[in-house]
């Protein structure tokens, strides 16, 4: 009876996690699915985002600035201004470069950043981190603080998700999705792409905020290692292609389900020997890899491809004609 | 100034050989198979630590033995592309960066199950450098790696502007369609770019192994300075990488040298960002690169 | 949403199913390590000493009655998520009775605070030596036998007064650990009377650090206090201070000491050059001795960072389970106070049978462990012992208790 309370705890967890990553996934799509921009440099917002509502959020203390004390509304709120704040700049410099491009420059700047916030000891307390940040309904009992938490990030999600699903039906999301198949056009048709792209961009951006500010609460300590780029921004891409990009449901899948596999394959590699143990750490990485390769090769569409609304009316009309 | 030019500007000579010879791999595989190749940096350790079980066996220098571990690495790489890249041939480029990204685990996790993860060395013991002029401090190893780069430098050149494959991958960078219509093979020419990008990436591994040490995640730290290089010089442009890698090596290095008072300019911690704000102001003002890559 | 639900619940009754299997008489006990990730290669050792302790305890008896001990490893990575999820998992999944972990101090700090003082579970770290860990609300659940940092930096300035430095420089890896003993040292330095005449933070990683050390020997600073990974920067600067005759006499914390810096650098070189503290116990103590021996035999070397460490917290964790009697999360924080010590009948690395047999006559019992006498105070931490490791004739590290 135990063993089914702690899976379901786990259970909660993996859907905790998950959520705060189709956060960002969802981000990721409004920059990649509605307009073709590959930014490698979400890791860059995600900790702009997390450090932003910690500051805000924590009791004073000697080691960094802010330590407001602010509710944590407050602070979500605030990471998502920051990080669409530095987005809007990022934009307004790279709008114009074409996608490897634009992926190399963002990955660039979300470096950058991630030494700022490493180096500026005085503000953020360095490698050390920012620690004791306030987790909402912590002081509930297990595990209704748990649960509670959960449903506050899938209901965050349901909410991201309607309101993208509402833009990409809406004139602005179908002006984006013809600048991506076809930019010229769109551009003669005098759209100003430049300012979707700018748009969509900082949306995105504020997103990937959010998702970093749920992520401080919810391990309620945060450290520069946690702007990774490489693993947290590669993981976010992989859980977009594979779940099926320009889809919100692909997003949402996508980061469930890698981070489910992410996690849940250590439960059965720590089952074999313990001469192995350590080794079996590489040994999951590799699987890991493997596994992205054979869905890359199999669904290169991800698993939920996109949906082409106008695709699948015309063709209902086609039959409705036969 | 003996400093500058000691510390600053001879580090950063070697640095820069070492990021130029990564980075003509990967602007090779950008220019020519049009894709980010992320697993380039695990390329380079992977012929590295092929180098060290090399010399473990036979107790030459490592230098004698780079054409082995060349040969070795050019191999597996082969192989990877045959198995993981090629059936992805016609996918669009974001696919092939996510397969990258993957052979970059999967790589990088056999190497450390193989070889654990400690640290290793070529050479024990450190070396003197000699004194000349009484001021400047060259080391041995230094001038090697610097010769050695060159000579690679200039085989590539060859390679490029004399041999027929490698006017055949100049045609595919330019224009691929127009090269298959001129009867070109592109799988040879495929096979190619693999080969000498591995190749290079070996060596230039080796040549940091020699710098410094063996480590499982020597290549990866250095990747995004190779990408900044590459871009940096032009995507698509040997020649332009092999600019690209020494500028931003040099430049690295020199930026933290007390140019204005007694601090450094750039604080220490920051270095490696310099590589990076070099490659994003580039990026605006001159999207081709300095010796004008492509602009996809 | 469905195909992820039937997903997940295919993975949870998988995951319940196994289990299930699992034997009826193993108490789990979590070993959360950052197994992957920056500081890899200091942490094998350190598991190895975990698992040593575990095996003592199974071939003497085992836990209660005649269960085994089963330590499940689980991987931080050294970061805060992965911690958080590394403690999901063995507290939820693994059901276990207590943890031993992190390795790192970001992993431990998020991991503690996220899920095993909400849950309940005793973490007890053997490596993760933060001040910010002293301080947290953690209804005495968190406890460490590594030593703050604060202790280590104040050791390293005492040790370099004594050795005669009025002057010098230091750089340190701006990682948390790193960072944190730099920050102490420098204060206790300066408040020695010492003077600190530069002070640069560097990156990890880099292939050269001469341009960083070239600005510290601007002064006339007698040695460099290098704290740093010995895999991440430390051997480069050692060798590119010494290749540039820009400094040759060093002092380090002990994320420096391996023996691959006197393989690389080369012995002759460092012989009296070269001062690495760590946190250790008295070598000549009976216990870190009955350590040394068993753990040579496993093939590891004993003085590795923390891997003494390792072993205490894990058969403190195992002695905590037997007084408790019962595999009972909620029993372990007291039972671990009251097998730590500091009176009664003194136990000693490998003395599990000794230990079964006085707990079940009732007697008081004092673990005096490999690392330390392991008594912990009233935030759950220890004091610090170090050690000073100098390379010996040998050739090898010669190390002496600092007194």
């Known amino acids: 009876m135990e063993q089914m309370y702690g899976i379901g705890l786990y259970a909660v967890s993996l859907l905790t996690f998950g959520g705060i990553y189709a956060v960002m996934a969802l981000g990721l799509n409004v920059q990649w699915g509605f307009t073709g921009m590959f930014n490698a440099g979400i890791a860059g917002f995600f900790a702009i985002g997390a450090y932003t509502s910690a500051m805000l959020t924590t009791a004073f203390s000697e080691r960094h600035l802010g330590g407001l004390d602010l509710p944590i509304v407050i602070g979500m709120i605030a990471a998502m201004i920051a990080a669409g704040i530095i987005a809007w700049g990022v934009a307004k410099i790279c709008i114009r470069l074409r996608s490897d491009y634009l992926a190399i420059a963002t990955l660039g700047i979300a470096e950058i950043l991630r030494l700022i916030l490493k180096n500026e000891t005085w503000a953020t307390n360095g490698p050390r981190g920012v620690s004791l940040v306030p987790k909402p309904f912590e002081t509930w009992p297990e595990p209704w603080n748990q649960l509670a938490f959960m449903a506050l990030v899938l209901v965050i999600v349901f909410g991201l998700y309607i309101l993208l699903e509402r833009a990409r039906k809406a004139p602005w999301g179908r002006v984006m999705a013809a600048s991506r198949e076809n930019e010229p056009a769109t551009r003669a048709a005098g759209k100003n792409v430049d300012r979707l792209r700018i748009e969509a961009f900082v949306l995105g951006a504020m997103f990937m905020g959010l998702g970093g500010a749920l992520m401080a609460h919810y391990l309620k300590f945060i450290d520069p290692n946690a702007a990774d780029p490489l693993i947290a921004t590669f993981l976010i891409w992989v859980m977009l292609i594979v779940g099926g990009s320009a889809n919100n449901k692909g997003a949402i899948l996508g980061a469930i389900l890698i981070w489910t596999i992410w996690s849940a394959t250590e439960l059965l590699t720590s089952r074999l020997p313990d001469e192995f143990a350590i080794r079996t750490a590489y040994v999951r990485v590799f699987l890991i890899g493997l596994l992205l390769q054979i869905v890359l090769q199999r669904f290169p569409n991800g698993i939920l491809p996109e949906k082409r609304e106008k695709a699948l009316a015309a063709e209902r009309e086609r039959h409705s004609q036969t | ?296 | 949403m469905t195909n992820s639900i039937k997903r997940l619940t295919l993975a949870a009754s998988a995951l319940a199913l196994m289990a299930g299997s699992a034997q009826a008489a193993d108490i789990n006990v979590g070993s959360v390590a950052g197994v992957t990730g920056p500081i890899a290669e200091l942490v094998a050792p350190i598991v190895a000493g975990r698992n040593l302790a575990g095996e003592h305890v199974n071939a003497q008896g085992g836990l209660l009655d005649g269960d085994t001990y089963n330590l499940v490893l689980s991987d931080s990575q050294c970061d805060p998520k992965a911690g958080v999820d590394a403690g999901t998992k063995v507290v939820n999944v693994e059901q276990v009775v207590a943890i031993i972990g992190a390795s790192c101090s970001g992993a431990t700090n998020g991991m503690v605070q996220s899920v095993t003082i909400p849950a309940g579970v005793v973490a007890l770290s053997d490596s993760a030596t933060a001040p910010s860990i002293t301080e947290l609300e953690d209804n005495d659940l968190v406890f460490r036998v590594a030593p703050s940092d604060a202790y280590q930096g104040l050791a390293i300035a005492q040790l370099a007064i004594d050795q005669g430095y009025k002057k010098l420089a230091m750089t340190y890896s701006n990682d948390d650990y790193n960072a944190g003993i730099a920050t102490v040292f420098e204060q206790a330095f300066q408040d020695l009377g010492g003077e600190i005449t530069a002070n640069q933070a560097h990156e990890p990683n880099k292939a050269s650090y001469r341009s960083e050390i070239s600005t510290l020997a601007g002064g006339d600073a007698e040695g460099l206090a290098i704290f740093a990974y010995y895999g991440g920067s430390g051997i480069t600067i050692i060798r590119n201070s010494l290749e540039n005759g820009l400094f040759d006499k060093f002092m380090a914390a002990d994320g420096m000491f391996d023996a691959s810096v006197i393989e690389q650098i080369g012995a002759d070189t460092l012989r009296g050059n070269i001062f690495i503290t760590q946190s250790a116990s008295d070598y000549a103590d009976d216990s870190y001795k009955a350590f040394a021996e068993a753990f040579e035999a496993t093939g590891n070397d004993p003085v590795a960072p923390y891997a003494a460490h390792g072993y205490d917290a894990s058969f403190l964790l195992a002695l905590a389970i037997e007084k408790a009697g019962a595999a009972d999360r909620g029993a372990i924080s007291a039972a671990l106070r009251e097998v730590a010590g500091p009176s009664g009948t003194v136990i000693r690395p490998g003395e599990w049978e000794k230990a079964k047999a006085a707990i079940a006559a009732g007697e008081d019992i004092n673990y005096e462990g490999a690392s330390g006498n392991v008594d912990f105070d009233e935030a759950g931490d220890v004091g610090g012992i170090y050690s000073v490791n100098t390379v010996g004739d040998d050739g090898s590290w010669a190390t002496n208790l600092i007194q």
């Open chain 2, 1 to 296: 100034m003996i400093e500058f030019l000691n510390f600053h500007l001879i580090p950063g000579i070697v640095l820069g050989s070492i990021y130029a010879l990564g980075a003509i791999g990967i602007t090779l595989t950008f220019g020519i198979l049009r894709f980010a190749n992320f697993a380039h940096g695990e390329t380079m350790t992977f012929g590295v630590y092929v180098t060290l079980t090399l010399i473990w066996l036979t107790g030459w220098h490592p230098l004698a033995l780079l054409p082995i571990a060349m040969a070795v690495t050019s191999g597996v790489v082969l192989g990877i592309d045959r198995v993981f890249y090629k059936p992805l041939r016609a996918s669009p480029a974001i696919i092939l960066v996510m397969a990258s990204f993957g052979m970059m685990l999967m790589l990088r996790s056999v190497t450390q199950f193989s070889w654990g993860v400690q640290l290793q060395t070529f050479q024990p013991g450190i070396q003197r450098p000699y004194i000349l002029f009484d001021a400047l401090r060259i080391s041995p190893k230094h001038i090697i790696i610097v010769i050695a780069a060159l000579i690679l430098m200039a085989a590539v050149h060859y390679l490029l502007t004399r041999t027929k494959i490698g006017k055949a991958m100049r045609a595919m960078a330019d224009s691929p369609e127009l090269a298959r219509l001129t009867g070109i093979e592109t799988e040879r020419v495929i096979k190619a770019t693999w080969i000498v990008g591995a190749s290079l990436a070996a060596a230039a591994g080796c040549f940091l192994a020699i710098d410094t040490h063996v480590e499982t995640m020597m290549g990866f730290k250095i990747l995004l300075p190779l990408f900044a290089s590459a871009i940096l010089g032009g995507v698509g442009s040997p020649y332009g990488a092999m600019v690209g890698g020494l500028v931003i090596g040099i430049v690295e290095e020199i930026s933290t040298y007390p140019w204005i008072g007694d601090a450094p300019l750039v604080s220490p911690g920051y270095k490696a960002g310099v590589a990076f704000a070099l490659m994003v102001i580039m990026l605006i003002w001159r999207p081709s690169g300095l010796l004008r890559g492509r602009v996809f």
